[in-house]
Structure formats: structure tokens, C-alpha cells
T-cell receptor, first 114, second 113 residues
Framework: DAGVIQSPRHEVTEMGQEVTLRCKPI?????LFWYRQTMMRGLELLIY????????DSGMPEDRFSAKMPNASFSTLKIQPSEPRDSAVYFC????????????FGPGTRLTVT | GDSVTQMEGPVTLSEEAFLTINCTYT??????LFWYVQYPGEGLQLLLK?????DKGSNKGFEATYRKETTSFHLEKGSVQVSDSAVYFC????????????FGPGTRLSVLP
């Protein structure tokens, strides 16, 4: 298995632009998680899905952020409009169960908003 | 709320040196504790875990003991290698099946030959 796949690996955009990050989970995994990693706040859980349904989005910082999972093999995290403080590394993870130690992390997308 | 504190990095060691990365936590209940490792260009990987007080997690020569009395879970390795160069994250969950995942800020380790 190729593991969790994220694209793009690096994204540089200007403030105000829309940014879409993509994730392909491991086949057969029922849970998908989006995390954000910053120097100031460390690694934070933004949202997670179970069987393509968003279960907990309490970590989403504000309405500019949205996440979708249209099918079992694809998820997106969208920021519209983007701001410099959104610059971070965004990780996607997937798992069979909800436990932290069951999650497989993707390599991350490094987002820079100028 | 729950939190995890790690020693600030970067930590630079020579090959075969002894490693300690400190981790302390605050939690309202009885958390499970984890260490994750992130190699350059890769996602986080579970290194070891402990689910109750006095448990010792171990993997690849790394060890950490769950100390409830000091709310600590320090990572140790007796002899580091260049290949251990990575970022190490301490983390906790209040329940192993819950969504309350709390990570520390990470400690970057560089091992020189």
C-alpha cells in the first residue's frame, strides 16, 4: 500500500487566494483526520470523518476553513480566503479505528501564504 | 485543558551518545501516552506508547516510562545513531478511543557522525 497520499507537498499562495489541500487515505480505512502543525501551537486536530461523514469539526479555526470527503478515497481541506497566519504544515491521517495509535499519517502539505 | 510540554530543541548529539528528551503532561483523567517520530519529508510514525502508570513503552532501542507521580514520559535511548535524526513528539489521549488528541510541540534531534 502506498500509505496516505497528500497533494500538493508544497503550496505557496498570496493572501486572499483560495487554497485546496488534498488527501487520499489508505484503502479500507474508515476514519480520516486533518491536522495542522505550527511552531506556536504544535500539532492540532482540525476535523475528522467517519465513513465520509464529518464527526467533529471543533478544531477548525474559523469559517474560512472547510473540509469535505465526497467518497472513501478522497478528502479536501479548503481555505478561502487564505491569510498569512494560515501558513503551516497540514497533515492528513487515516485509520481503521478512532484510537490515536491506529492512525497513519501522510507526509504533509507545507502551506505558505504571503 | 490537557497539555503536553517538551524540552525545546534542537538537540544535537554525537553518534553513540545517550539521549533524553523530556516530556511532561497535564490531564484531567488517566491518559494514554505516546511518542511519535517524524523523519524528514515524512509523516508522523508511532514510536512507542504506554497506557497506564508505570508501564514502559519500548521500540527500536527507545524507551519511555509512564510516571504518574511526576506526570512525565521522558524518551531515552542509550546510544543514538545518525539515522535517529528526526523530530520527536510526545502526545496523549484521555481515552484511547477518544478524539482528545494532544501533541507536544516536537523536539528536533540531530545526530552527528
Amino acid at each position: 500500500d502506498a500509505g496516505v497520499i497528500q497533494s500538493p507537498r508544497h503550496e505557496v499562495t498570496e493572501m486572499g487566494q483560495e487554497v485546496t489541500l488534498r488527501c487520499k487515505p489508505i484503502s479500507g480505512h474508515d476514519y480520516l483526520f486533518w491536522y495542522r502543525q505550527t511552531m506556536m501551537r504544535g500539532l492540532e486536530l482540525l476535523i475528522y470523518f467517519n465513513n465520509n461523514v464529518p464527526i467533529d469539526d471543533s478544531g477548525m479555526p474559523e469559517d474560512r476553513f472547510s473540509a469535505k470527503m465526497p467518497n472513501a478515497s478522497f478528502s479536501t481541506l479548503k481555505i478561502q480566503p487564505s491569510e498569512p497566519r494560515d501558513s503551516a504544515v497540514y497533515f492528513c491521517a487515516s485509520s481503521l479505528g478512532l484510537a490515536l495509535d491506529e492512525q497513519y499519517f501522510g507526509p504533509g502539505t507545507r502551506l505558505t501564504v504571503t | 485543558g490537557d497539555s503536553v510540554t517538551q524540552m525545546e530543541g534542537p538537540v544535537t548529539l554525537s553518534e553513540e551518545a545517550f539521549l533524553t528528551i523530556n516530556c511532561t503532561y497535564t490531564a484531567t483523567g488517566y491518559p494514554s501516552l505516546f511518542w511519535y517520530v517524524q523523519y524528514p519529508g515524512e509523516g508522523l510514525q508511532l514510536l512507542l506508547k504506554a497506557t497506564k502508570a508505570d508501564d514502559k513503552g519500548s521500540n527500536k532501542g527507545f524507551e519511555a516510562t509512564y510516571r504518574k507521580e511526576t506526570t512525565s514520559f521522558h524518551l531515552e535511548k542509550g546510544s543514538v545513531q545518525v539515522s535517529d535524526s528526526a523530530v520527536y513528539f510526545c502526545a496523549l489521549t484521555e481515552r484511547n478511543y477518544g478524539q482528545n488528541f494532544v501533541f507536544g510541540p516536537g523536539t528536533r534531534l540531530s545526530v552527528l557522525p
